[in-house]
């Protein structure tokens, strides 16, 4: 078994200011993914890195940069907050050996003042 | 329009009742299916994946695969409360590195 380690647990930021959500997995796994979950509501891929040297933007992937330092960890930065924005940030890992089932973190829970 | 659909939005079922979940995609190049399930506070976990036509039966739960009408579905019986969660269908292309997510079924198991 292996676990996906998210830090912190709650983030809280002043609009403009950058900020900046880690990832870390065990699992020994190539693909990383960056989501955002609304209000409990479906998740919106960021971005996602095939490989340790690959970067992919998803569909929302405007107001965030990301950043895989090495296999295990991929880094998630929002570039300006937005006043009002509350979301939780969900990282996950997986692998071909399973279909490219995907595992998650517990997440972030990201509040802007 | 979201390539996977998933109904009702919402759905309550009396503790030993069934809860039945569906799922509809609109891309006939998915060949994988996963049901996902996401307590409050928590990351989503894989519940059962469903790749080929028929039923998958695991424990409580039995998911239901039609390619041809593109539609997967998620039964439960004898439901706890402890399945109150939000419910993810999710669809992959073969060789696709991104799962597909509907938006959700919020179950509510009543005590």
């Known amino acids: 078994g292996g676990i996906i380690t998210q830090t912190p647990k709650f983030l809280i930021g002043q609009e403009g200011q950058k900020l900046t959500l880690k990832c870390q997995q065990n699992f020994n796994h190539d693909t990383m993914y960056w989501y955002r979950q609304d209000s409990g509501k479906g998740l919106r891929l960021i971005y996602y890195?095939?490989?340790?040297?690959?970067?992919q933007k998803g569909d929302l992937s405007e107001g965030y940069d990301a950043s895989r330092e090495k296999k295990s960890s991929f880094s998630l930065t929002v570039t300006s907050a937005q006043k009002n924005e509350m979301a939780v940030f969900l990282c996950a890992s997986s692998t071909p050996d399973r279909g490219y089932e995907q595992y998650f973190g517990p997440g972030t829970r990201l509040t802007v003042l | 329009q979201q390539k996977v659909q998933q109904s009702p939005e919402s759905l309550s079922v009396p503790e030993g009742g069934m809860a039945s979940l569906n799922c509809t995609s609109s891309d006939r190049n998915f060949q994988y299916f996963w049901w996902y399930r996401q307590h409050s506070g928590e990351g989503p976990k894989a519940l059962m994946?469903?790749?080929?036509?028929g039923d998958k039966k695991e424990g409580r739960f039995t998911a239901h695969l039609n390619k041809a009408s593109l539609h997967v579905s998620l039964h439960i019986r004898d439901s706890q409360p402890s399945d109150s969660a939000l419910y993810f269908c999710a669809a992959a292309s073969s060789g696709s590195w991104q799962l597909i997510f509907g938006s959700g079924t919020q179950l509510t198991v009543m005590p």
């Open positions: 994946s469903i790749f080929s036509d």
């Open positions: 890195s095939i490989t340790e040297n690959d970067l």
